[in-house]
């Protein structure tokens, strides 16, 4: 149905040696300081995604201050969570021309900025702009960098790596939960978002950790393999050849590009020696006007990529299975966010409040998320496991799950339901590994911004819609039959196109053996 994650994107042949010498693999990569970057997308998951877990502590101080209705004031939470997911595109541009590490301390501060600035609001619009606006803006240019510098530093063990530093969610939801209840309390909701925004300024800490890999390591994750890797790609070779001739590995304009870019360099160099035996004043000049052209240089080659990927020849949009998962990550995401906004209504509405306040529903979700998210990253790091196989299972389950949970009336069977959704919902650790087998290391950046962008409408649109549909029916069960329904088409598309795509892929083999 789908080729693993060693057999798409990359052509193999005979690269495993260079000059007939074995080329010795990087020690950072599944290794060394590759468990640093781990750590780091694991405290950036607490700060952000745990922050935005524990938003409904300020949302009740903020109903209070400024007297303001439900609806309106929910939004600033909603823009939060939902810009940070939605400027994913935009996020790969900053990627692609100043790499992961600049791109995630701009984001820091940008997100700290948010926080103080939000402590001196004098109305819900002006939370509008500082929290949901400038904060979300700097969460997205932390979060995308935190997972593609993990998907960059693995290669055997991605789906357990991104699993641990993901885990960071739900323990973010716990301590951030607790840091700002406690800080409200003692300190009021103005002081405790100044305090927090002093403390989101670790997340340019966890910004500097992520060194970059140099593009010789790049190459050499992809070309060292054990042997079973390697017949593995050679029995579903058709998949790597259908993504070629789809554009996303063209090389030709890119190299172009180098050209023009070496050629500029090259004359200021030629520049530079010629004038040596100028002043220094014109020295100092020429350095200036080198340093200027490098960077003049760094952001064409970033732009370029950046535009190729989406508009270029060698668009990512030239992947059918690729738009397939964006069409799929429309409507996921809301399917896990609806359960947790409207299961207390629904506990309340059965009676079973007493219950619930012994141990939320809510918190089963979580805690289960967790060991979800470590547990099927172990079995898709198995090398006879297919990680397209466990992520479709666990879709299958959790929409199991959603079109179920209705139908529970005890607390039991809520609870059995609750943590099924939270080990299956666990998947979304899979998703970056799953769009770099799609698209390869060097796309990551840009695809997954439009992942989580799609990611970003679904969690922003999916909830006022779940109450819109209670509006109408005053019963919340068709908000997850709705939601359950279209979730089911998303996977319906997942399992589609790759059939498609195979059979098109065998078809045009069986042409070419003809002719």
Known sequence: MYASREDIGYDFGDDSKVGNKPIKPNPNIDGGWAWMIVL????????????????????????????????????????????????????????????????????????????????????????????????????????????????????????????????????????????????????????????????????????????????????????????????????????????????????????????????????????????????????????????????????????????????????????????????????????????????PEIVKQYNLSRQDNVFPLTSIIAIVHIFGKVILGIISDLPCISTWNVFLMANFTLVTCILTLPLMQTYIGLAVVCALIGFSSGYFSLMPVVTEDLVGTKHLANAYGIIICANGISALFGPPFAGWIYDITRKYDFSFYIAGLLYMVGIIFLLIQPCIQKKQSREKSTEEAQV
């Open 40 to 343: 780091s997308s694991f405290l950036v998951h607490i700060l952000i995604m745990g922050s935005q877990m524990a938003l409904g502590i300020l949302n009740m101080e903020w109903l209070e201050e400024f007297n303001q209705s439900r609806g309106l004031t929910a939004w600033v939470s909603s823009l939060s969570m939902g810009i940070t997911l939605i400027v994913g595109p935009f996020i790969g541009l900053f990627i692609s021309m100043c790499g992961c590490r600049t791109t995630a301390i701009i984001g820091g501060i940008l997100n700290a900025l948010g926080w103080i600035l939000s402590a001196y609001a004098s109305n819900v619009h002006y939370l509008f702009l500082t929290f949901g606006v400038t904060a979300g803006i700097g969460s997205g240019m932390v979060y995308l960098p935190a997972v593609v510098m993990v998907g960059q530093y693995f290669q055997n063990r991605r789906a357990l790596a991104q699993g641990l530093s993901t885990t960071g969610t739900g323990f973010g939801a716990f301590l951030m939960t607790a840091l700002l209840k406690y800080l409200c309390t003692e300190f009021g909701w103005r002081n405790a978002m100044f305090i927090q925004g002093a403390i989101s300024l670790n997340l340019c800490v966890c910004g500097a950790l992520m060194r970059p890999l140099s593009p010789k390591d790049l190459r050499e994750k992809y070309v060292v393999r054990n042997d079973s890797e390697e017949n593995r790609a050679k029995a579903l070779s058709h998949s790597t050849e259908t993504i070629k001739s789809n554009g996303v590995l063209g090389e030709e304009p890119e190299k172009k590009e180098e050209a023009a870019n070496e050629e500029v360099l090259g004359s200021v160099q030629h520049i530079e020696i010629g004038g040596k035996s100028g002043s220094g004043r014109s020295m100092s000049g020429l350095r200036l006007f080198k340093t200027v052209s490098q960077l003049t240089v760094t952001v064409r080659k970033g732009f370029a990529l950046w535009y190729s990927s989406y508009f270029g020849a060698a668009s990512l949009f030239t992947n059918r299975v690729f738009v397939a998962f964006i069409i799929w990550a429309l409507f996921a995401y809301s399917s896990f966010v609806i359960p947790f906004i409207h299961l």
